[in-house]
C-alpha cells in the first residue's frame, strides 16, 4: 500500500496556497455535492460514502484557514484566512439547509448498516435538523443570515483579543523580586523604562514574582481590559445573534440549542452542574483563601479582602514559606528546550509512538517545529509545535487541527499553539503543555477513521478535556519529571521537591475551582438570560461563585475567549476534569508507563475517535460507568 504523505504548505506565497487549498476545496465540494444531487446512488453505503467524500474536501478547506488566521506571520494572509473560513462556513451551513440533499440522505435504508454506519446517518440526519432543514423557508433564509453574521462576530472578537496587546512601563526598581533571567530579557529602553506586555511570558511572571503592589495592579488592570471596550459591543451582539438562531430552532436559549449534542444535555444542567461543584468546593476554598488573606495582612494590616491584583503573589508566597516551594527555584529546572523534548519522550513511551523531527519541513515561522508520528515503523500523522509568542498570533494555548485523518486516504496533522518562554518554564507551564499535547495526541491517534465525521477529537464537547487533564498527571511525577527536569548544573529535580510540589499545587484548589465555576456560570448565563449590560453580569457571577472580589473599572468578558468557542460550554472543563479523575483512577501511580493500562486506554478511548458516545468509551476503559466519587475525593484530600 501507498505511504500515505502530509499536506505540503506553502513555501512563500501562503495567500496563493489558501486559494488552492482551501478555496478548491470548497469547490471540489461543490462538484460532489451537485453529483450526488443529480444522480443519487441507490445503495446507502454509496451515499454514505459520497457525503464522506463531501465532508472530506470541507474540513480539508475549513482547517488550514482557521489556523492560518490564528497564527500566520502576515495580517494580510491572517484576514483573507478569515474570509476563506467565512465562505466554507457560509457553504456548509447551505448544504445544512438543502432540502434536496437531507431528502437523499434522510431516505437512506440503513437496514444491515453496520455500528459506525449507523452511528453515522444517525449524527447526520440529527445534524440537518438541528441545522433547520425542516424549518419554513423564511426561517431557513434567517438561519443562513445568522450563521453568516455569528462567524464574522466570532472572528472579529478573537482579533479583536490577538491584536489587543497592551503594556505596562515601569522603573527598574519598580519589578524587585523578578527572577534574573526574566530581568534580563527585559532591559530597560532608552526612557530608562522597562515596557512589560500582557502577553504571557512577560505577564504571569510579573504577577507571580513582582514585589511591588502597584507594578502587580498596573499590569491586573491592563491584563483584564484587553479589547476593551471594543470586545463589549462585539459580544453583546453575537449573544443576541445566538439567541435568535435558538429561539428561532425551537429553543428556549443558544445554551439549551448548544448542550443538546453534549453529554450534558441541557442548559439546566449545566447551571446545576456548577452549582454542585461549587457547594463542594465552598468549604475549601474560604479555608485557602483566608490563608492568602492572612498572609497580605502581614505585610498590610488594614487589608480587608484579596484580589486578583495581590492573589497569585500572595499565593506564591504561601506556597514558598508554608510549603517550602520557591517557585523561582523550580523553574530552574524546568529549560524550555529540555522540557518540550522530555514531553516527546514520555509520551512515545506512554503510547507506543514516535515523534520523528522533520528537518525540512516548511512551516509559517521559524520558530515552528514539524514531527512525523510514526506507530509500529508507518506514519500515521505529522504535528507542528509553534510554542512562542509574537505579534498577530493567537494569545492563549490550543490545539488546532490541520488535516482530520482518514483511512488509506490522509494523514491526521495537528497543530500545538501555545505562548512559553524561551528559556525557563514556571511548572505550571510544563502541566499546559502536557495538558495542550494531550489534544494532539488524541487528534493523531483517534485519525485513523473510515467516516471523516469520527476522526481524532470527535467526541462529545464536554468530554474532549478530559484525556488532556488525564495527561497533566505525568508533570506531576518524579520519575517521569526526572528525565528531564535538570537545572544547568545538570542536577536532577529532587523527588522531595517534587513532593513539595504536589502539596503546594492542593493549597488553593478549592477556591480555583471556584473561580472556575465563576467563569462557567458566566459563559451560561450570558447565553441564557439575555444580559443587557455585561461588565454587570460579570460582577453578579464573580459575587456569586468566586470567592475574591470584583476589581473595578476591568472587563474581563472581553479577552474571555471561550465565549467565541466554547459559548455556553464552559463548564466542559470541570465535567472533564471529574472523568479524568477516574479515568486517571485506573492507573498505577508507581507505574504511570505500565503497558496494559496505557494500551488499553490509548486502545479504548483515544484511538476510537467519535465512534462510540464518550461515556461508552469511559465505561470500556474502566469495566464500570464514571463517577464523580475520584474528583471528590480529590478536592476534599
Known sequence: MTELTPIALPTSDAGTWLDERCGGG???????????KSSPPSDGMDVLRAWNDISIEL??????ASLFAQVHTDADVRDAADEHAQRVDAYSTELGLDLELFGILDGV??????ADAARLIGKIRRDFRRAGVDQPEHVRTRLQELAELELKAGQEFSKNIRNGVRSISVPPEALEGMPSDWLEAHPAGDDGLVTVTTDYPDSIPLITY????DTRRAMTMERLNIAWPANDAVLQRLLQLRQEHAELLGYSDWADYDAEVKMIRTGAAIQEFVDRISAAAKDRALADKQVVLDRLRLDRPDAVDIDAAD??????????EQYAVDAQETRTYFRFPAVRQGLLDVTARLFGVEWRPVADAQVWHEDVAAYEVVRYGTRIGRIYLDLHPREGKYKHAAQFTLAPGVSGRQLSEGVLVCNFSRGLMEHSEVVTLFHEFGHLVHTVLGGDQEWVRFSGVATE?????APSQMLEEWAWDHDVLATFARNDAGDVIPAELVDKMRKADDFGKGFQARTQMFYAAL???AHRDSPSDLTE???EKQAAYSVFPYVEDTHFHCSFGHLDGYSSGYYTYMWSLVIAKDMFSAFDRADLFDPAVANRYRDTVLAQGGRKDAADLVEDFLGRPYTFDAYANWLDD
Open 109 to 114: 435504508d440503513d437496514a444491515g448498516f453496520d
Open 59 to 64: 474540513a480539508n478547506a475549513a482547517l488550514p
Open 537 to 539: 453580569l460579570l460582577r
Open 311 to 320: 492573589l497569585t503573589y500572595y499565593a506564591e508566597l504561601v506556597r514558598k
Open 210 to 213: 513582582c514585589a511591588s503592589a
Open 523 to 525: 459563559s451560561v448565563a
Open 26 to 36: 470548497l469547490e471540489r465540494a461543490r462538484g460532489l455535492v451537485d453529483a450526488l
Open 461 to 465: 464537547w464536554d468530554f474532549v478535556e
